[in-house]
Every structure is written in C-alpha cells, then in structure tokens.
C-alpha cells in the first residue's frame, strides 16, 4: 500500500478550506455567519459519524486524548464563526490570508510561553506576515469606515486559535491515533456547545434560513469537514511545522475562486494579490 504524504494530505485540505470560504461568501450574500456555522456543523456531524459507523463504529481510544479533542471541539465552532463573520466583513479574498495566519501565532505561543528559540527564516517570516496584513487591511480601512476597521479581528482571531488547536490535535493524535473519529467527534462537541449558545437566554445573532444561502452553505460545509478531516489525517503521520506550511496555501485558491466565482461581489487589486502573497510566504517561511 503506498504511503500519502502529509505534504500532499495539507495541500489537498488548503484548497478544500479554499472551496469552503468561498461558497460560504457566495451564502453570506443571502443570510448570516451564525447560520453558515450553524449548517456546515450539521454537515461536519452528520457526514463523519456516518463515516465512522460505517467503517467499523467507535475506536478504543485513549481518554487524554479524548479530553484533548473535547476542547478541540469546544474551541471550533467560535473559529467557525469568527471565520465566517470576516469573509462576511471584509470578503473572502482579504479575510482568507489573516485567517491562513495561524502559523505565526504558534510560533509566538512557542517562544513566549515554551522559550523556544526562533532562527533568521521565523523572524525574515514573521516581518513579511505583518506586512501582508498591513497590505490587506489598508485596502479594508479605506473601503469601510474608520470605526469598522477592527473586522479584521475576526479573521485574526479565529487564527489565533487555530494556532492553539492545531498543537492540541497533533499531542492528542500522538497518544490514540484515530484521525476520522476524532474528526467525528470534534464536529459533535462543536455543534452541542452551538445549540447551548443558541437556546441560551440572552441577545445573540439570529439564525436567518434563505433558500438562496441553502446549497452554498451545505457546500461550504461539505469543503471545511473534508478539511479538518485532512488536516487532522495529516497532523496524525506529520509534524504541525510540516503541515502547516502548505494549509497555509489556501488563500491561493481562494484568489483564483474570488476571480472565477466572486466576481459579482469582490473586486481584487494589485495590493489584495500582494499582500496574499507576502502573508503566504512569510507564513511558510515561519513554520
């Protein structure tokens, strides 16, 4: 049987996050983020326990890495949101490269928190990933008004927990590996700490159903399980400085999907494909 390396698994989960943002852009015209989150956790759940019972049922796992993948899910579907919130904000060619930051948030969780030391291609990586945010922020704060220009945060923060979840995975994947059950697992976690959100009893954002969102979304939630099904496949024969390079790809193909799907709604530019460019590079030089 010929082995798949992680290298190519990664590759094959950047353009499927790439799909992802930007069918669910395509929705977000029709309706809302909490409801795209709602929906693609639905679809996570419902196709990976599918998958799971088919293919043998529960695993014996180790309970740590149990634990583990719990607080994986717990921390999912606010990644979702806020990922979803910024390509509704900023749209899905500026929004898709902050959130590819990931890697430069656990780099800096690793110096600050492990004292890891960080070579010339960390602080060369680093320098460009600013820059790149600079370049696509700058374009954001003129086309919205000077109180708005704080979206950028959603994007920025859902990368900063996936740069917290994806250590937490590959540890966990490290002590039971079973990538498709806990893919499964994480989206059943995700989606009970969804509905606890909604049924409590205070101002929130509305789920807003519009036939128009209905496919795009489901579309957008068949791309990121596929994802995270790969990503944690990958993380589980591959190391994070390993994988996280090539996911870090995906705003790559979401350029070349804004350019053949979002043309109606987004318009790129010469600092739009700049500062991809240089956030990708300075996110693969960094991990």
Same mark, same amino acid.
Request: aromatic share 10%; hydrophobic share 55%.
């Given at each position: 049987?010929?082995?798949? /390396?992680? &290298? +190519?698994?990664?590759?094959?989960?950047?353009?499927?996050?790439? #799909?992802?943002?930007?069918?669910?852009?395509?929705?977000?015209?029709?309706?809302? %983020?909490?409801? $795209?989150?709602?929906?693609?956790?639905?679809?996570?759940?419902?196709?990976?326990?599918?998958?799971?019972?088919?293919?043998?049922?529960?695993?014996?796992?180790?309970?740590?890495?149990?634990?583990?993948?719990?607080?994986?899910?717990? !921390? &999912?579907?606010? !990644? =979702?949101?806020?990922?979803?919130?910024?390509?509704?904000?900023?749209?899905?060619?500026?929004?898709?490269? #902050? =959130?590819?930051?990931?890697?430069?948030?656990?780099?800096?969780? *690793?110096?600050?928190?492990?004292?890891?030391?960080?070579? /010339?291609?960390?602080?060369?990586?680093? $320098?460009?990933?600013?820059?790149?945010?600079?370049?696509?922020?700058?374009?954001?704060?003129?086309?919205?008004?000077?109180?708005?220009?704080?979206?950028?945060?959603?994007?920025?923060?859902?990368?900063?927990?996936?740069?917290?979840?994806?250590?937490?995975?590959?540890?966990?994947?490290?002590?039971?590996? &079973?990538?498709?059950? +806990? @893919?499964?697992?994480?989206?059943?976690?995700?989606?009970?700490?969804?509905?606890?959100?909604?049924?409590? %009893?205070?101002?929130? /954002?509305?789920?807003?159903?519009?036939?128009? @969102?209905?496919? /795009?979304?489901?579309? *957008?939630?068949? *791309?990121?399980?596929?994802?995270?099904?790969?990503?944690?496949? @990958?993380?589980?024969?591959?190391?994070?400085?390993?994988?996280?390079?090539?996911? *870090?790809?995906? %705003?790559?193909?979401?350029?070349?999907?804004?350019?053949? +799907?979002?043309?109606?709604?987004?318009?790129?530019?010469?600092?739009?494909? !700049?500062?991809?460019?240089?956030?990708?590079?300075?996110?693969?030089?960094?991990?």
């Amino acid at each position: 049987m010929i082995a798949i /390396p992680p &290298q +190519f698994i990664a590759l094959a989960a950047s353009l499927s996050y790439a #799909l992802c943002l930007v069918s669910a852009r395509r929705g977000l015209h029709y309706s809302n %983020p909490i409801t $795209v989150t709602c929906v693609s956790l639905i679809v996570h759940t419902v196709t990976l326990w599918t998958a799971v019972l088919i293919t043998g049922g529960i695993p014996e796992v180790s309970t740590p890495a149990v634990l583990l993948f719990v607080i994986a899910g717990v !921390i &999912q579907p606010i !990644i =979702r949101f806020f990922t979803y919130t910024g390509v509704e904000k900023i749209g899905a060619s500026r929004s898709g490269p #902050l =959130r590819s930051t990931h890697p430069l948030f656990s780099t800096i969780i *690793a110096i600050t928190v492990l004292h890891e030391q960080a070579g /010339p291609s960390v602080l060369v990586g680093t $320098v460009l990933v600013v820059i790149g945010i600079g370049l696509i922020t700058y374009q954001s704060e003129r086309r919205l008004s000077m109180s708005r220009w704080w979206y950028v945060l959603f994007p920025l923060t859902a990368a900063l927990l996936a740069g917290i979840a994806h250590p937490i995975r590959r540890y966990a994947l490290g002590i039971s590996n &079973q990538p498709l059950f +806990f @893919a499964a697992l994480v989206g059943l976690v995700s989606l009970f700490c969804l509905i606890v959100y909604l049924v409590l %009893p205070f101002n929130r /954002p509305r789920l807003s159903w519009n036939r128009k @969102a209905l496919w /795009p979304f489901v579309a *957008a939630g068949l *791309a990121e399980t596929l994802g995270i099904f790969l990503v944690i496949t @990958a993380l589980s024969i591959g190391n994070v400085v390993v994988v996280s390079p090539f996911v *870090a790809i995906s %705003p790559v193909w979401v350029l070349l999907g804004t350019v053949i +799907f979002l043309r109606d709604l987004e318009r790129l530019n010469a600092r739009t494909v !700049i500062g991809t460019c240089t956030v990708v590079t300075g996110t693969i030089a960094i991990s």
